[in-house]
């Protein structure tokens, strides 16, 4: 069973205003809880219909005129919050919002909202699941389209709809497996007759999946961190400027110039990206700079893409492990990146983008530009802007780190089942898969598999 379930009559009653704090055309003050009713007596001086815009006057308990505008009324559990909702749509100067919720805190009916307060008791309430509250925030913040077009889609239930039917299939091969232990005697071989190893391996493929794009709703709400590392004066800080499209760094021919970790958050078509540009990596005797270098690694260890940067004047060399083996050593294992070769403008190498074993190279002369465009549209490609996906939805860290917690799980009890035919333990592993699921969606279950069991099975026959 759900540990939300609908409290609706325990709350507070709560007010706050709705819309962006400042002056605008209409501001509206939202009241939601048992007392919304009472409160519209009080502010309007009559009990308004349900679902009926009254265009009317706003009034203190005193009998003083406040403002006038549009009142709409709510009966729960029809309504945003589950619970009965007033909102008084008023004009939009901060004086008078002020004035209209500090009038409706005076008749004590109702307190000052925290803050997402509204969104909670819809979760509470059974209005929304957590993706979907999550969501809501999500929408609000977001600074591209295509994000946008994410938020709505996991608010719409896209996200929770896939978690859902994970969910419900763990279930049933718990249910399967569950029946196996319990019925021993049975002749049947059920953890033997194929039948669980090919559901299970379903699942992960179907779970594999939705990993797969959390990941790509994660990188549209929180942004790609990108990166620029390589030898020094390879021109790191002259790409993270032509990428900004300012003189974001300080640019010489002196080699170690830059020692800090510089920062640039950019949009390349809306999306959001964190370029970091790095101290040159090399020994130094210099202690401020092996401080940068330090920093450095640190940041290319918690990237999302390293652009290991490349003077083409240097070398010929194409592949990353003949350009700078002990680099390669120490990057973390299955870190994406991309070789830029930088300078082509003095060696007379084409502009463009190729493809060497594997791994994408991006020649392009960062002083003059030329190829900046190429190195864009890459990185917008390998955060997945370019794929055109109807579908899709937001994603947050925690949903990521519960995917592969769960993930983690099944491949366990995949493993017990291949290795030892531990029946037990498997049906251990699909349980705890299935808990950290359901932290997705807010819907932290007991162990309720007894009831569908009881459905599916004649036990007692």
């Not at 004590?108 to 307060?117: D, K, S, V, W, Y």
């Not at 083409?312 to 700078?324: F, L, N, Q, V």
Request: proline share 3%.
């Amino acid at each position: 069973m759900s540990t939300h379930d609908s409290h609706s009559t325990d709350f507070d009653t709560i007010v706050a205003q709705a819309t962006p704090p400042g002056k605008g055309g209409v501001g509206i003050v939202r009241v939601s809880g048992t007392h919304a009713k009472a409160i519209a007596k009080h502010i309007l001086g009559f009990t308004p219909k349900t679902r009926f815009a009254h265009y009317t006057e706003f009034k203190d308990p005193q009998g003083t005129l406040l403002d006038q505008g549009i009142a709409l009324y709510f009966e729960g559990p029809n309504s945003f919050t589950g619970e009965d909702v007033l909102e008084l749509q008023g004009h939009g100067g901060p004086v008078v919002i002020d004035m209209l919720i500090r009038a409706i805190l005076e008749t004590q009916l109702a307190r000052a909202a925290r803050p997402g307060e509204f969104s909670e008791r819809a979760f509470l309430n059974d209005k929304l699941d957590l993706a979907q509250a999550e969501a809501i925030a999500d929408l609000i913040e977001t600074t591209s389209e295509q994000a946008a077009k994410m938020a709505l889609q996991s608010l719409q239930g896209a996200f929770s709809h896939r978690v859902d039917q994970l969910v419900d299939a763990i279930i049933q091969l718990r249910m399967y497996v569950e029946a196996a232990i319990d019925f021993p005697e049975e002749e049947i071989d059920f953890l033997g007759d194929g039948k669980v190893a090919g559901d299970l391996s379903a699942i992960l493929e179907s779970l594999s999946k939705v990993e797969g794009e959390a990941k790509q709703g994660q990188l549209l709400r929180e942004g790609m961190r990108v990166v620029i590392a390589g030898r020094p004066n390879a021109g790191k800080s002259s790409l993270l400027n032509a990428l900004a499209g300012r003189e974001s760094a300080i640019v010489t021919d002196i080699a170690g110039t830059t020692r800090d970790v510089l920062r640039e958050h950019i949009q390349i078509d809306g999306m959001p990206l964190h370029i970091i540009d790095t101290a040159g990596l090399r020994e130094s005797p210099d202690k401020v700079e092996q401080i940068g270098i330090e920093r450095a690694w640190q940041e290319i260890e918690q990237a999302d893409r390293v652009l290991f940067m490349v003077d083409s004047t240097e070398t010929d060399a194409i592949h990353p492990h003949d350009i700078w083996p002990e680099f390669f050593h120490r990057l973390p294992e299955n870190m994406p990146f991309s070789v830029v070769r930088n300078k082509v403008d003095l060696t007379g190498e084409s502009i463009g983008e190729a493809d060497y074993e594997g791994i994408p190279v991006i020649s392009l002369s960062a002083s003059t530009g030329n190829g900046i465009d190429l190195l864009r549209d890459h990185l917008k490609q390998s955060m997945g802007l370019n794929t055109n996906i109807e579908g899709g939805f937001m994603a947050r860290r925690r949903h990521l780190d519960a995917i592969a917690k769960a993930k983690s799980h099944l491949e366990t009890g995949q493993e017990q089942l291949h290795e030892f035919a531990a029946g037990e333990l498997l049906a251990e592993e699909l349980r705890l898969a299935q808990s950290h699921l359901n932290e997705i969606t807010g819907e932290f279950t007991s162990d309720d598999l007894l009831g569908k069991i009881f459905g599916s099975f004649c036990i007692g026959k």
